[in-house]
């Protein structure tokens, strides 16, 4: 697993699942073409590129080529790199047939393909394995989910990280365990 200090954006969920094998980092879906209606998520995207820079590593195909052309369009260039994954034609395992152009997206490229982009690209990247991150038990421990008043105390925590209200729980713990220490999120759990 590559630690990566830059968050990844990907356009769907399939390509953060696969990705999230690989890299200990923020990986954030766009959506697809969603993301030209989700002004939340777009402003998310570029607090994340001011704070530590993104990797845009989008499908090949047209639709993948619009999402990074929106992308770079609202993203100042210094805080922003993009990889290519190569023209590989064939279908994802998932998928009963091809896409429209008959390229594999992020989900299908192999492993080492997609270790190797961010090398060649010289993405500064250590080998590590994580310990003790957040954990949805702790979440829950903490009184932010599940619980009583958690909703509300879920507000102020995304609030105080100056996050989208709607942020889901595991985009949170992943934007968490890659931003601080367990004990930074704890001591400032412990003030809301």
């Not at 990797?55 to 369009?73: A, E, K, Y």
């Not at 009963?96 to 393909?113: A, F, H, M, R």
């Not at 080998?127 to 702790?138: A, F, H, I, L, R």
């Amino acid at each position: 697993m590559l630690k990566i200090k830059e968050a990844v954006i990907v356009e769907g969920r399939y390509d953060k699942l696969k990705l999230s094998n690989l890299l200990d980092t923020l990986i954030v879906e766009t959506g697809g073409f969603h993301i030209y209606k989700d002004k939340e998520k777009l402003k998310f995207i570029k607090k994340l590129a001011r704070e530590r820079g993104i990797i845009v590593l989008t499908d090949s195909d047209h639709s993948g080529f619009q999402i990074r052309g929106l992308l770079s369009s609202e993203i100042p260039k210094e805080q922003i790199k993009h990889l290519y994954i190569p023209d590989v034609f064939g279908k994802e395992k998932r998928k009963n047939k091809p896409s429209k152009e008959g390229k594999l997206g992020v989900e299908g490229i192999d492993d080492q393909t997609l270790l190797s982009l961010f090398e060649k690209q010289g993405i500064k990247a250590d080998k590590v394995t994580k310990s003790d991150p957040v954990t949805s038990y702790d979440l829950y421990d903490l009184g932010f989910s599940g619980t009583d008043g958690a909703k509300q105390k879920k507000k102020k925590l995304l609030k105080s990280l100056d996050l989208p209200e709607f942020l889901s729980t595991s985009s949170l713990l992943s934007y968490i365990n890659s931003s601080m220490t367990r004990q930074e999120f704890v001591s400032l759990a412990e003030k809301i």
